[in-house]
Structures are given as C-alpha cells and as structure tokens.
C-alpha cells in the first residue's frame, strides 16, 4: 500500500521493478498512479481496480476535469481541515486526505495539474501489451474525478467492468469496499465479475 507522499516519491514504481504479477487498485490520484503504472509494467499486471481514478486530473477543452476554480477550493478545505470531517466519513474510518504539510500539498496539487497519461493509454491499448482484467468504479456526482472519466477508461480498456455507483461523491473505498474486494477477489480467482 502506498500513501500519497509515497506515491509522488516513486516508491510504487521502484516496487514494481522488484515485483511481478499484481494487482494494483488506485483510488483517485493512486488511481493516476495505478494508470501510469499500468503504462510503465503492463506485462507485470495480474489486474487492475480503478476507483475514481482518471487519466487527467484538470479539465481542457477536450476533457472534463476539475476547474482550477475547484482544485483552489479543494487546496484551500485541505489547509483548513487537514481533511478532517471532509466527505462524511463515517466515525472510525481512516482519514484519506490528512496531509502533513503545505509543501506535501503543493507537490500533490502540482501532480493533480500536471499528471496526464490519456495518450500513453491509448497507445497503450493500440499496442496489445495490457492483457488483464480491469474493473472501473466511478461515482455518479464526483465533483472531483467527473464521470466522463469512466467513458474515457472504457474505451482505452474496452473489456472492462465499469460500475457507475449512485449517491456517493469521491470518497468510493468508504462507501463500497465490499464491491472492491469482489473485484480484487475476482482477480484473483479468474473468474468474470460484475455488478448490475
């Protein structure tokens, strides 16, 4: 498991030079991560759970991501909150957005602005060198990862599960975690999976 100061430090690719064979689950900028992943080690992956993950963060004329408008909100909530009481996690669940530190937080929020692997994937896809089982998992109202970023996914990876899950916004692993281990547990097992 790889945490959001690990991730813009390398440590998931330099795991995966030593590893093989694995399945990687991403969720939001771990999902970008997982998906930059997926284009360094295609041959290394056993399969891939994408929860609100995207290609690109930010939006352009040709892409629905989030508003600088929106990212400054964001930015401005996780300096004031550290990201405490942020999506109405339930009492107990780990915090996913703690930061500890605003250098942290402008590395991050650079990556977010910067980070787009749309092209890799879909040379990706072109060159046949991804040969596993992906399963997407988008909610309806993200106000951060955009829906659109599903339909993006499904056509780079035209085999894959994709759920679209209603009435939850970004926080998907406190709200579903049951369908995500079905899917890793598909993965596993070989065996098809799918949520109507």
């Not at 996780?78 to 780990?94: C, D, H, I, Y």
């Not at 499904?154 to 599960?161: L, T």
Request: charged share 25%.
């Amino acid at each position: 498991m790889f945490g959001y100061v690990e991730q813009l430090d390398g440590a998931p690719e330099a795991a995966m030079r030593d590893e093989g064979d694995v399945v990687l689950v991403g969720w939001s900028m771990g999902g970008s991560s997982a998906l930059r992943l997926a284009v360094a080690f295609p041959e290394k992956i056993r399969g891939l759970v994408l929860l609100a993950a995207t290609a690109r963060m930010m939006k352009a004329p040709d892409w629905a991501g989030m508003s600088e408008r929106r990212l400054a909100a964001l930015e401005l909530g996780l300096k004031l909150t550290r990201g405490e009481g942020f999506s109405a996690l339930p009492e107990g669940a780990p915090n996913p957005y703690a930061m500890d530190g605003d250098e942290r937080l402008s590395r991050g929020l650079d990556y977010l602005r910067e980070t787009d692997v749309r092209k890799d994937l879909v040379d990706l896809r072109a060159s046949g060198r991804l040969r596993c089982p992906v399963f997407v998992f988008q909610s309806e109202r993200d106000g951060i990862v955009r829906r659109e970023n599903a339909d993006f996914l499904r056509s780079v990876f035209p085999g894959a599960a994709v759920e679209i899950v209603p009435g939850c916004e970004h926080a998907l692993p406190v709200f579903i975690p049951s369908r995500i281990d079905a899917a890793v547990a598909a993965i596993h097992e070989g065996r098809s999976f799918w949520y109507n």
